[in-house]
Each structure stands twice: as structure tokens, then as C-alpha cells.
T-cell receptor
Framework: AQKITQTQPGMFVQEKEAVTLDCTYDTSDQSYGLFWYKQPSSGEMIFLIYQGSYDEQNATEGRYSLNFQKARKSATLVISASQLGDSAMYFCAMREDFGNEKLTFGTGTRLTIIP | NAGVTQTPKFRVLKTGQSMTLLCAQDMNHEYMYWYRQDPGMGLRLIHYSVGEGTTAKGEVPDGYNVSRLKKQNFLLGLESAAPSQTSVYFC????????????FGSGTRLTVV
């Protein structure tokens, strides 16, 4: 079974509109962490936002926010006021197995912002 | 600049050849990881290390070996390259994971012909 599921292979969004990228996860651990990364066409992995399983507040970082619904095992990334530079692949990832800190990635969503 | 450096950035190998990818970090991170990225499959963990002198298998370890003789370096070896190992390889490191996050190298694009 997939540990991280991203069901949107690709999305097209009009510039300045908000973007919602879905991510669901599967774990039996009580302590885990959820990450979102951006990979532009240049290939580097850029850290966007982190949510710990015990964090009561949803994480926010500038235009990025994470809608964390623990009971549904969902970690949706919201990008407000999208920009052309937001066009990239976006990966959701989960850290579990406390002690070795491994990250498991989803298959990604390719976001294209339309001018 | 502090970070994770991968060498080489590009490489073409013939089937059966061997090579070593080097990952170096200058942040005194304990944990280091090697991932491969294939189209439509995200990043998959090959091997990882939780400290100098330790290594462990990840999700897709077959055909690869690793060593962590020094804390700052994590080497990924391919003893007999196969076309199925054509991929982009990423190294990453972290202090304790979690809120401290992970730092990724810029990747190595390997083609096996």
C-alpha cells in the first residue's frame, strides 16, 4: 500500500488564484512529520513547509499553508495568490520510523500556472 | 556555501561498468540518505546512514552499495551498472529530521547504456 498518495498528477491554475494540492498518508505511528517540497525544472528539491503530527496549529510559511486533518490522514498544501514561478513538481513526504528519520515521498503533482 | 554537494552532476556509463557517486555535507549532520528519482515514481530511498560507520538498506537497495567512513561523506557505489539504474540520484542529509528538515544535493543524472 502506498504510504503517501498524491492523486493529482497534473494541475493547471490561473495566475493569482489559490492552489490546493492533495496528499493523504498512511501510518500507524503516533509521531511523524509531513513535508512538502517543490522541484522546479532545474531539478533541485526545495523545502516548503513542515507539519508535525503533534502540532495543533496548521503550519504556515508565507504564501504556503498546510491544511492538516489528522483523523483523515490528510495534509493538503495551499498556495495563495499563485505566481508563474510556482510552476513546478510538488512532492508530499512523510517522516516516520523515529530514529532513522527516513523520508517517504509521494509521486508528485505537476503544477502549471497559466498567465 | 554550506550544504550538500554531489559529484559528478552527470555521467554516462556502459552496462557492466562501475562507478561511485560522492555526497559531501559540511553541516555536521548525523543522517545521510541516497534517493533515486524516476519519472512518475517520486523519490525512493536506496540506502541511508544514521551516523559515521553505519549504513542501512532503504526501499530499493539492490545493485547498490554505500559507505560512510567519514561523517561528512556518504558514497554510493554501483558495482555493475544496468540500464535499470538510469535515474537521477539525490543525496540528502539531516541533523535530526523533523522540524530541522532535510537538505538535498542538486542531483546526479546517470545514464546507463
Amino acid at each position: 500500500a502506498q504510504k503517501i498518495t498524491q492523486t493529482q498528477p497534473g494541475m493547471f491554475v490561473q495566475e493569482k488564484e489559490a492552489v490546493t494540492l492533495d496528499c493523504t498518508y498512511d501510518t500507524s505511528d503516533q509521531s511523524y512529520g509531513l513535508f512538502w517540497y517543490k522541484q522546479p525544472s532545474s531539478g533541485e528539491m526545495i523545502f516548503l513547509i513542515y507539519q508535525g503530527s503533534y502540532d495543533e496549529q496548521n503550519a504556515t510559511e508565507g504564501r504556503y499553508s498546510l491544511n492538516f486533518q489528522k483523523a483523515r490522514k490528510s495534509a493538503t498544501l495551499v498556495i495563495s495568490a499563485s505566481q508563474l514561478g510556482d510552476s513546478a513538481m510538488y512532492f508530499c513526504a512523510m517522516r516516520e520510523d523515529f530514529g532513522n528519520e527516513k523520508l517517504t515521498f509521494g509521486t508528485g503533482t505537476r503544477l502549471t500556472i497559466i498567465p | 556555501n554550506a550544504g550538500v554537494t554531489q559529484t559528478p552532476k552527470f555521467r554516462v556509463l556502459k552496462t557492466g561498468q562501475s562507478m561511485t557517486l560522492l555526497c559531501a555535507q559540511d553541516m555536521n549532520h548525523e543522517y545521510m540518505y541516497w534517493y533515486r528519482q524516476d519519472p512518475g515514481m517520486g523519490l525512493r530511498l536506496i540506502h541511508y546512514s544514521v551516523g559515521e560507520g553505519t549504513t542501512a538498506k532503504g526501499e530499493v537497495p539492490d545493485g547498490y552499495n554505500v559507505s560512510r567512513l567519514k561523517k561528512q561523506n556518504f558514497l554510493l557505489g554501483l558495482e555493475s551498472a544496468a540500464p535499470s539504474q538510469t535515474s537521477v540520484y539525490f543525496c540528502a542529509s539531516s541533523l535530526y529530521g523533523g522540524v530541522y528538515g532535510y537538505t538535498f544535493g542538486s542531483g546526479t543524472r546517470l545514464t546507463v547504456v
